[in-house]
């Protein structure tokens, strides 16, 4: 198996780089904008700002920087090493000697034993642990850059989603603004037939009736809407909750896809990756572990210097300057099996990550099916309620019609009326289900992650 050293470069100055793009042309607009047209919130600019505040974000990117700075030559012991040792022991004290000819020495004395040297060392050979440490630390690298994606993927599809769901109330409440319209044309027509005889109190008192309920499901309507901005807010961490507008040109479209197209994509799926990873770092833990039953060779060189000095000695001063130089070889010839049973565990621990990765590679494929069958699905069901609507549509015009000249009922037409509204909710319901569809889609098959 062979282990890629390439690293996946997701730094501060990536991520920020992501965000200017997904700003788009919207950074060029002209500096004459209006106000209004600057407080309009698109999806890009949700997602610029959330990926600018997000704390997951910021601590992940914190984190693959600690692990860029791991990756280097002496980290993983491929670098010599020198130190640096010495040591100072001064001494005094009182002689008093007396010697068999009547002589002798009564003074103070004083001495100093001073140490120096440099001492270094550097591993020759032994096996190429080295070498593939410091292959591992690129891959500790990668997994941890792969963790910033993630952070930045789960933003992203929080974000859409959110979105998406403002987009899905407002035109749930402009639907409803525009059932309004209906329920105050019959209210005005109900009166209409009582002032010139042709209707009864009763329809009169209904129609208003159903006027008042409809207003007041427009203002719960509303405050669907202001929720769904106080979630979305809370996503990008605003500290200032401006009054976004929300751009409903963008919303609940969606594009068309090819099966094979998303199928060969899902390479990029960000859980895959990580075990393909994972994988490649247990492979070069095998690697080191094999590499233990190799010898290990050596290099220490090392230049001392010592003096001492002593004035109660016949040797007053005694200096020495040594350089040296040694190999040391070591190989391990037993060791009660333990690197035979390190190795067995290596192999078996790449072993599971192998069926992971295959395991993970088949679930991804088969949900990327179902989830392109439901996403078609979504899109046929709301091709069928756009029909639909037209047909409720002109029906409601035409019962209207014959209320106006009273040759239907107020229970006629409050049939069509029905009709027309659970038309209307439907086909949003669809937009919104084709559209959160896509998303999975897209997610399944990692074209929300950046690369």
Same mark, same amino acid.
């Given at each position: 198996?062979?282990?890629? /050293? ?74 010599? $090493?020198?130190?640096? /040792? ?16 009547? /002589? ?44 910033? %994606? ?35 044309? %019959?209210? %005005? ?17 209904? $129609? ?7 207003? $007041? ?31 409903? /040109? ?29 994988e490649a770092t247990s492979y070069i833990v095998l690697q080191q572990t094999e590499a233990l039953r190799k010898p290990t060779i050596s290099f220490n060189p090392a230049f001392l210097i010592g003096r001492t000095d002593n004035n109660a000695g016949l040797t007053l001063v005694n200096q020495n300057t040594t350089l040296s130089a040694n190999f040391n070889l070591s190989l391990p010839i037993y060791e009660g099996k333990n690197i035979q049973r390190q190795i067995a565990n290596a192999k078996i621990n790449l072993g599971i990550f192998k069926t992971q990765k295959e395991q993970l590679a088949y679930n991804l494929n088969e949900n990327l099916i179902l989830q392109y069958q439901i996403f078609v699905n979504a899109k046929e ?11 409720? %549509? ?58």
């Amino acid at each position: 198996m062979r282990v890629s /050293t390439k690293s996946i470069k997701v730094t501060k100055k990536t991520v920020l780089c992501f965000v200017f793009c997904l700003s788009g042309l919207s950074v060029l607009k002209s500096q004459d904008s209006s106000k209004a047209q600057d407080s309009i919130l698109t999806l890009d600019k949700a997602i610029q700002i959330a990926l600018a505040n997000n704390f997951g974000i910021k601590v992940s990117l914190s984190v693959a920087q600690i692990a860029a700075n791991n990756v280097t030559r002496g980290n993983a012991g491929l670098e010599p $090493t020198l130190g640096l /040792t010495s040591n100072v022991t001064p001494s005094s004290g009182y002689l008093n000697q007396e010697y068999s000819s009547n /002589t002798g020495i009564s003074k103070v004395f004083y001495g100093n034993v001073f140490n120096a040297g440099l001492q270094g060392n550097y591993i020759l050979y032994n096996g190429r642990i080295n070498h593939l440490e410091f292959t591992r630390l690129g891959e500790l690298k990668n997994l941890a850059d792969l963790n910033v %994606r993630t952070n930045i993927e789960q933003v992203i599809y929080d974000i859409m989603r959110s979105y998406y769901n403002i987009i899905r109330q407002q035109e749930l409440y402009d639907a409803l603004k525009e059932q309004l319209n209906y329920y105050e044309e %019959r209210a %005005r027509l109900a009166k209409s037939r009582l002032d010139i005889g042709s209707g009864n109190r009763l329809d009169v008192l209904q $129609t208003q009736s159903d006027l008042q309920i409809q207003k $007041t499901q427009l203002l719960r309507q509303q405050q669907l809407i202001e929720v769904g901005k106080t979630q979305l807010y809370q996503l990008m961490i605003l500290k200032n909750k401006l009054n976004y507008f929300f751009n409903v /040109t963008e919303g609940l479209t969606t594009s068309n896809y090819n099966l094979a197209d998303l199928q060969n994509a899902s390479a990029s799926n960000l859980q895959y990756e990580v075990l393909k990873h994972q994988e490649a770092t247990s492979y070069i833990v095998l690697q080191q572990t094999e590499a233990l039953r190799k010898p290990t060779i050596s290099f220490n060189p090392a230049f001392l210097i010592g003096r001492t000095d002593n004035n109660a000695g016949l040797t007053l001063v005694n200096q020495n300057t040594t350089l040296s130089a040694n190999f040391n070889l070591s190989l391990p010839i037993y060791e009660g099996k333990n690197i035979q049973r390190q190795i067995a565990n290596a192999k078996i621990n790449l072993g599971i990550f192998k069926t992971q990765k295959e395991q993970l590679a088949y679930n991804l494929n088969e949900n990327l099916i179902l989830q392109y069958q439901i996403f078609v699905n979504a899109k046929e069901i709301l091709k069928s309620e756009e029909e639909n609507l037209t047909v409720a %549509r002109q029906s409601i015009e035409i019962a209207m019609e014959r209320f106006r000249l009273s040759r239907s009922t107020i229970l006629e037409l409050n049939t069509f009326q029905q009709v027309y509204e659970n038309g209307l909710s439907r086909l949003v319901a669809a937009k919104y289900d084709a559209k959160i569809a896509e998303i999975e889609l897209l997610r399944l098959s990692g074209a929300l992650s950046p690369k």
